[in-house]
Structures are given as C-alpha cells and as structure tokens.
Nanobody
Framework: QVQLVESGGGFVQAGGSLRLSCTAS????????MAWYRQAPGKQRDVVAA???????NYADSVKGRFTISRDSAKNTVYLQMNSLKPEDTANYYC???????????WGRGTQVTVSS
C-alpha cells in the first residue's frame, strides 16, 4: 500500500512563499507521475501542477509563473514551490501519485494553505 506524507502547508500573507513536500513509500513499482491538487471549501478538487518521471511538467493557468513543481526520484519526493501567493490560493493541497503499469492513483491526506490579504 502506497503511503504519501505531505508537509509544508501553513499560514502566509499575500505575496509570501511556501514550499510543499510529499514523500511516497510502500511500493517497489515505478512512480510514473506526481502531482499536486487543491480543493477550496465548496469547490471541486483541481490539479495545480504535475510532473512525470522524465521531468515533463504541466501547470494550471492560475499558477503559471508563480509555482514550480519538482521531484527527487531517488527519494520518491515531489515539491511545490509557491511564490507570490494570493488569497485565492487558499485551499487544502493534496499530493497525488500514479504508480505502476496501470498508473494506479494514490492520494495524500492534504495540507492546508491559507493566504491572508
């Protein structure tokens, strides 16, 4: 069973920065892709950024130029550097990984990010 441990959320003023981390454990299969999603109260969960095992990245339009996703494959860890944070970035951020031949998805429990105006 794959386990994901997230860290790095918190409270920050608008314009500030935070760095999220997520480490996967419990699998010997390849981790094909790692991603961050977020969900604000009353809204659906949307992808924020994703990175494949060859380093290809994708970002939601709302975070392009402000957020950077990266991964340390040796540590099965994905990071999300969030700069120039805005109040609308406030949400619970979830780590997601796709594992093995079937790209089976696994989710973390989430870490709260709150940005004050």
């Amino acid at each position: 069973q794959v386990q994901l441990v997230e860290s790095g959320g918190g409270f920050v003023q608008a314009g500030g920065s935070l760095r999220l981390s997520c480490t996967a454990s419990g699998t010997n299969f390849s981790i094909n892709a790692m991603a961050w999603y977020r969900q604000a109260p009353g809204k659906q969960r949307d992808v924020v950024a994703a990175i494949t095992n060859i380093g290809s990245t994708n970002y939601a339009d709302s975070v392009k130029g402000r957020f950077t996703i990266s991964r340390d494959s040796a540590k099965n860890t994905v990071y999300l550097q969030m700069n120039s944070l805005k109040p609308e970035d406030t949400a619970n951020y979830y780590c997601n990984v796709r594992v093995g031949r079937d790209w089976e998805p696994y989710w973390g429990r989430g870490t709260q990010v709150t940005v004050s105006s």
